[in-house]
């Protein structure tokens, strides 16, 4: 299934009560929530009548894709699989398919989609003036290992890569470890915090027993 939206596709911040803004047309009841095992989903239709937008849909199999004027966004049905922008996303539930409509539930769009579409949004969220890298493990801590090598490694890798576009942009750096060594998570909380507004960003590999 293909939605195509012709508009600049949004989500409203959805926490554990749906926040709605009092310009919207709609009110609360008219988000239909739709309880599947336990949780909150939204539907994309549901999402799209609500914002004014509207979708030609078109079956295409387990996908479904949301072309944005600024934010792509493809889902994969019974996956936790998203692209945002290009790039690739995990969120905290997989996309599941109910009564031949695609849902999204509520916590992902609040925790995970919101924030990357609007990141002006995030609330409370001041001028970054410093990243604070992150790679995860070092020294005995070996993360997940492959035939490829360690996490520890490539999570290293990503930082030190990372550090250079970022500075190249004129940003401030500062990496919780610059090398393989081991560095306590409480340490790694108070470089963070000792930093002038600084935003974190642990890196991370997860892994699969089998290959992609």
């Known amino acids: 299934m293909i939605v195509i939206v012709k508009r600049w596709f949004v989500f409203a911040l959805l926490a554990t009560s749906i926040a709605?803004?009092?310009?919207?047309?709609?009110?609360?009841?008219?988000?239909?929530i739709i309880k599947v095992s336990g949780h909150d989903y939204l539907s994309v239709d549901n999402i799209s009548k609500f914002y004014g937008l509207t979708a030609d849909v078109v079956p295409a199999g387990e996908k479904m894709r949301l072309e944005t004027v600024r934010s792509p966004l493809e889902f994969v049905r019974d996956s936790r699989e998203v692209m945002i922008n290009g790039a690739r996303c995990w969120l905290c539930f997989p996309v599941i398919e109910h009564d031949g409509k695609f849902l999204v539930t509520r916590t992902d769009l609040a925790k995970t989609i919101e924030p990357l579409l609007r990141p002006q949004r995030v609330p409370n969220a001041g001028k970054v003036e410093t990243v604070v890298l992150d790679p995860g493990h070092g020294g005995h801590d070996k993360g997940a290992l492959s035939r490829y090598g360690s996490e520890k490694d490539f999570a290293l890798d990503v930082a030190r890569t990372l550090r250079t576009l970022l500075q190249a942009k004129g940003l401030r750096v500062i990496m919780t470890r610059e090398g393989?060594?081991?560095?306590?998570?409480?340490?790694r909380a108070q470089i963070a915090n000792a930093a002038r507004n600084p935003i974190f960003v642990s890196i991370h590999f997860n892994a699969t027993d089998r290959d992609p």
Do not use: H, M, R, S
């Open 20 to 32: 709605l803004a009092p310009t919207l047309a709609f009110a609360a009841d008219d988000w239909q």
């Open 180 to 187: 393989d060594y081991f560095v306590p998570l409480e340490v």
